[in-house]
């Protein structure tokens, strides 16, 4: 079992950044991906980003790449999102999550808010 709790989300103008934090406790974080995913109002939950338990693959969103980078710290249970050149339509309810694989996420954190102004 693992639980996961973000932490950093905020109001932000155009442009700007923003740092996501996801603490995990419970057994075997390191074994786990992690990945980001996010919900704006009235869409469905998109990927943002993940990496491997040993930060050895990385994956973007094509909407994200370039501007926003995943990192993790085994030795702190937690995994990081980087946010830069903000957006108004970077605007959602920011998850993290921890996987057995690319396609399968078994822990969600309940979520920080990200708002981007124009």
């Known amino acids: 079992q693992v639980q996961l709790e973000e932490s950093g989300g905020g109001l932000v103008q155009q442009g700007g950044s923003l740092r996501l934090s996801c603490a995990a406790s419970?057994?075997?974080?390191?074994?786990?991906?992690m990945g980001w995913f996010r919900q704006a109002p009235g869409k469905e939950r998109e990927f943002v980003a993940a990496?491997?338990?040993?930060?050895?693959?990385?994956r973007y969103a094509d909407s994200v790449k370039g501007r926003f980078t995943i990192s993790r710290d085994n030795a702190k249970n937690s995994v990081y999102l980087q946010m830069s050149s903000l957006k108004p339509e970077d605007t959602a309810v920011y998850y993290c999550?921890?996987?057995?694989?690319?396609?399968?996420?078994?822990?969600w954190g309940q979520g920080t808010q990200v708002t981007v102004s124009s």
């Open positions: 419970g057994r075997s974080f390191s074994n786990y991906l």
């Open positions: 999550a921890a996987g057995s694989s690319w396609t399968l996420y078994n822990y």
């Open positions: 990496m491997s338990w040993n930060s050895g693959n990385i």
